[in-house]
């Protein structure tokens, strides 16, 4: 249908914003127009939108809009599981509805996730290579709880309608979930397949292709444009909600992973197909590595140790030779079981393979400003051995190509004008000068009004040994002022926790610490609980919605920068460095100021919402980098005067 026979979306959200019982907003509008120009100009854009402006239905109108005008599908992308389902269950529902009468047919819509997600038919009934029960799981009652686990998931199979794992509530671990799912490359394929019919992932793939929305997550979007294999509908349009989370995610998408363990699995999938000498190769070459890792430090590996490069061959050319043992790829077509079998080494084998490959390529230039992907060593825990890993420097390049290059993207978040402008953010999905706009939408809060950022001034700098005792006496202040009612935002577990043990016994409000129990129930005792305090770290930054007078404080113990032995991120900003960039402002501070962004965006979320920030850390308001960062938050009322929030606070609470 020509674009031209549909309402003007300015129309059509005004029915979406009165259907939903909302209001006109400034920020909403200017959204939505910038959306649409974006598909009219098939140019792309990222758009700031503060917490409040509505800004999932800024793009969503526009977006089934589009859908409808050509007859095509269009892709949203999120970062969490709580975004996914407020779009699914909440917004697109309501939305469908009110503009059912505006549009020629209501619109649809479907969730996509990857395919390891959904309940593999086949896997659950015909069994598999039975290799997953033999991981290593030495607790006995780790067996037993994944024995457990194993029942409840053949019990829910037996009725659920859509396979998706998230259905099963509580959720079950990844050593039970394996043994009933498949990845994409491990799948048979649903036309060989015996239970390709009925499966569940190619059923919400077909749903998903007749959907004028499919929402989905960064890592299947990332699959997609990176593979050869179409995952997602075909589509012209993708939104990514939560951008600031894109790089992220698709660097993990793209990350390698070899261990000891990898390679057993290989050679346990591989070993009843071969014959036994040319499996044991790449057994013995797998117990080399394993002596290796066990040795060797944890930490980025700047240059690789010949003993080790050695290792990395033999691997290569001992996988490659299983996979040429297993013969053609695609054969045994008319026995299932057996093909399944194959698939799955070949699987296994192809993972080892490419990841030993792509650890020697790291190498292949000697100057730091040529390389591309950066290797490191992750050490081992109780539950698992160590594992090198290896992942880009940048993925600019790829998403400039494969995602950008071949569709309009409309990015989105809260956080995406880092002191002040999207360059660096445009620099990391790899948007050159042209072909793409930016603009901030604002917020709907009054920030200098209902806000005040206090930057402890006075206090010391962090240093390595903990928190120093001048911090536990200020937060102690500061949350007596305020009644308790505190979110305290910690660089570090150790940092949280350690604040905690000091801080319970001094304060007279209750006082949880993430960990204790699992975050959503924190979370939820927090904000029902007005006296209570929550102390934490990195989830905590991101995913803590809590309007009203239980969150009046939000503490920030220091400015987020990456750890230094942060293997991608130093190999990062060194890398920027030697191509004579300042690694530090483009890596580190941008981190840092994404964080703090977000952290600070914990304060107010709801209109008549007010109160703190309290930065302990000093070098917010001296440091030279301190304007970067300013710079990227909302605009609060500044202070370093100590008395200030404190009054504030007091304040708040005679009036709450
Ligand atoms: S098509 Fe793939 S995912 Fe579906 S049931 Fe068969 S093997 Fe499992």
Known sequence: MPDSHLPPVEDLLSVAVNAVGGSERQGQITMVKAVQRAIDEEEHLAVQAGTGTGKSLAYLVPSIRHAMASDTTVVVSTATIALQRQLVDRDLPRLAEALSKELPHEPSFAILKGRRNYLCRYKATAGWPEEDEQDQLFDPREVSATGRMVQRIQEWAEETETGDRDELVPGVSEQAWRQFS?????????????????????????????????????????????????????????????????????????????????VALAVRRVGRLIEQPIADQLMEAG??????????PDGRIDELPQVLGLTLALIR?????????????????????????????????????????????????????????????????????????????NVGGMLRDKLFGE????????????????????????????????????????????????????????????????????????????????????????????ATEALR??????????????????VKQFAEDESTCLFGTLSLWQGVDVPG??????????????????PLTSARQRHVAA??????????????????????????????????????????????????????????????????????????????
Not at 327 to 337: E, I, N, S
Request: with cysteine.
């Open 182 to 262: 498949v990845s994409a490359q491990e799948c048979l394929g649903a036309a060989r397949c015996p239970s390709g019919a009925e499966c569940f992932a190619e059923l919400a793939r077909a749903r998903a292709g007749e959907s004028d929305v499919v929402v989905t997550n960064h890592a299947l979007l990332a699959i997609d444009a990176m593979g050869d294999i179409p995952v997602l509908p075909e589509h012209d349009m993708v939104v990514v909600d939560e951008a600031h989370e894109l790089v992220d995610r698709v660097t993990s998408v793209a990350t390698g992973e070899l261990s000891e363990g990898s």
């Open 287 to 296: 117990e080399d590595l394993k002596a290796l890792l066990a040795a060797a």
């Open 317 to 393: 050319d001992t996988s490659a030779r299983c996979v040429t043992a297993l013969g053609p790829r695609g054969a045994d077509k008319d026995d299932p079981d057996r093909a399944g079998q194959r698939k799955a080494a070949f699987t296994a084998l192809d993972e080892v393979h490419d990841a030993a490959v792509r650890m020697l390529e790291a190498y292949g230039h000697a100057s730091e400003a040529d390389r591309a992907e950066v290797v490191w060593l992750e050490a081992g825990t109780d539950r698992r051995p160590p594992m090198l890993r290896v992942a880009p420097l």
């Open 407 to 498: 569709r309009t993207v409309v990015l989105t978040s809260a956080t995406l004008a880092l002191g002040g402008t999207f360059d660096g953010m445009a620099r990391q999905w790899g948007l050159g000068e042209k072909g793409w706009q930016g603009i901030d939408v604002g917020s709907p809060f009054d920030h200098p009004r209902a806000g005040i950022l206090y930057v402890a001034k006075h206090l010391p700098q962090p240093g390595r040994d903990g928190l120093p005792q001048q911090y536990l006496d200020e937060i102690v202040e500061l949350i007596e002022a305020a009644g308790g009612r505190t979110l305290g935002l910690f660089s570090s577990m150790r940092a949280a926790k350690a």
């Open 505 to 522: 016994d001094r304060l007279t409000v209750p006082l949880l610490c993430q960990g204790d129990d699992s975050t959503m129930l924190l």
């Open 549 to 566: 007078p239980s969150l009046r404080l939000v503490i920030i113990d220091r400015v987020p920068f990456p750890r230094p032995d942060d």
């Open 579 to 656: 191509k004579g960039g300042n690694g530090f402002m483009t890596v580190a501070a941008t981190h840092a100021a994404l964080l703090l962004a977000q952290g600070t965006g914990r304060l107010l979320r709801a209109q008549h919402d007010k109160g703190v920030i309290a930065v302990l850390d000093p070098r917010l308001a001296t440091a030279r980098y301190s304007g970067f960062l300013l710079g990227s938050l909302p605009p609060f009322w500044r202070t370093t005067d100590p008395a200030i929030p404190r009054a504030a606070l007091k304040r708040l609470t005679t009036e709450d």
